[in-house]
């Protein structure tokens, strides 16, 4: 557990730092980018290794992309989410810059993601079979 709130203390100050500014500033926002990529699929992995929502991102439409979430506390009945600096900066306008959400509506939503990535996974594994026997 220190692991994965040490790795959000990192994505969170990650998070607050801004590209520089100049001729590669879309370099700079993009590495930003992969960076935080990076750390929140090893938080991820950390994550389900110890079977909890702390650490997980979520992500809610907005405009042409979406607004993220990192899950910084989870209690009884809410998980505190904080809004992470990605992309376009999106900010959610029910959650705001922070905000406490229902544990269950949390864990609902990280599971049906949970179960969307394994199901695309699964058809990208069969896809890559299927063009080796191909060949």
Known sequence: ?????????????????????????????????????????????LAKANNTLLGRIMKFQHADSYAFYLITKVNKRTVRLDWINYCDAWVDN????????????????????????????????KQQLKERQAV
């Open 1 to 45: 557990m220190e692991e994965i709130k040490a790795k959000i203390k990192q994505l969170l100050l990650l998070s607050k730092t801004e590209p520089k500014e100049g001729k590669d500033y879309f370099g700079n926002l993009t590495a930003k980018m992969q960076q935080q990529e990076k750390m929140w699929n090893e938080l991820k992995v």
């Open 94 to 125: 029910r959650c705001g810059y922070a905000c406490l959400m229902s544990f269950d509506y949390a864990s609902e939503e990280i599971r049906r993601r949970d179960a969307l990535d394994e199901l695309f996974s699964e058809n990208k594994r």
